[in-house]
């Protein structure tokens, strides 16, 4: 018996001898979440490929329906005519030298930052910021 009264709790809703289907199991593990951060499952498949055999090497990626993660911010610093091609391609901050004053004040909510080599000269001077 673990020393974990959640735990503890956590078990006595469980047949630890018995197998569940993967709704039933997905629907177990979401009513007996009660920690207090974000929890995760962990999945492990059992593929009894021997990976010494090239031919039994598996290599895939699985995309998630709700992805994997926070959305991501992306600057794009460039000079007035491409603006609207960076904007047509999914930036989220598109700026020259305003964005580049805006960074100089430490006011950077974006993650990645992107520039174009035109605007290079100009950016080569904050990257102790970013």
Known sequence: MAK???????????DLESQYEIVKAIDLVK????AKFDESVD???????????QDQNIREIVGMPEG????????????????DEAKKAGADKVGAEDLID?????????????????????????????
């Open 4 to 14: 974990n009264k959640r735990l503890n709790n956590i078990k006595k809703n469980l």
């Open 31 to 34: 009513n007996n979440a009660n």
């Open 43 to 53: 999945v492990v498949f059992s593929l009894n490929a021997n990976p010494k055999y």
């Open 68 to 83: 994997l993660g926070k959305t991501i911010k992306i600057a794009v610093i460039a000079k007035s005519d491409k603006h």
């Open 102 to 130: 805006e960074i100089k004040l430490g006011k950077v909510d974006f993650d990645f930052c992107i520039a174009t080599p035109d605007m290079m000269s100009k950016v080569g001077q904050l990257g102790k910021i970013l």
